[in-house]
C-alpha cells in the first residue's frame, strides 16, 4: 500500500508539468523571459562592420594579444584596438564595430569574428586605419540566447545581436 501511495503522488507530481502547449494565444517567451532582442535587419547587420574613432572601454570580454597589437572585446559590440608595442603604456588606435561580436581568431594577419550568427575574415591596416571585411558566412553560430535562457520569436530576417534587461 505504502508503493501505491508513492507511485500515486508521484504521478501526479509529473502531471502538473505537463502543460497544454496548444494554444497560440499565450506567448509563453515573453512571460518568461526578463529580456528583449535588440536585433537589426539582414541588410543592415552585413553593413554594420566599420572602423570607428576609439572610445573607452565600457563592458569588456576576452582580451587578444598578436604581434604588437591588443584587442579588447566589447561585448556584443564589437573590439577595442591598441598599439601594444609599449605593453606598460598601450594606445587605443581604433574600434572595430560589429554588433553581436564576442569572440575574436587570428591568424596571418586576418581577423576572424563571431559576429552574432555569421563568421566574418576581416582585415586591419593599423597604418592606414583601414578595415575589411574579406568574407562573410551565414549563419555558423546558433542564435544568441537571452542572458535568462529563452530564444524570442523574431521577425523573418532580423539578427539577434543583444539582449536588453526589461524595465
Known sequence: MKHVCILLLVSFSLLSCVTDRSSDDIDTIGLLSNYDAITLDRPTFEASV???????????G???????????????????????????NPTALAFIKAPGATDLAIKNNVYYINQAVDLIAVTYDKLDANLVVTKRIRDV????????GFIPDVEDGAIIIDYELQN
Do not use: M
Not at 566599420?50 to 569588456?60: K, V
Not at 591588443?70 to 605593453?87: A, C, R, T
Not at 553560430?141 to 535568462?148: A, M
Open 50 to 60: 566599420t572602423l570607428e574613432d576609439a572610445r573607452n572601454i565600457i563592458n569588456s
Open 62 to 88: 576576452k582580451i587578444y594579444v598578436i604581434n604588437d597589437l591588443l584587442f579588447v572585446n566589447e561585448k556584443n559590440e564589437g573590439f577595442h584596438v591598441y598599439d601594444n608595442e609599449d605593453p606598460q
Open 141 to 148: 553560430f546558433p542564435v544568441k540566447i537571452s542572458p535568462d
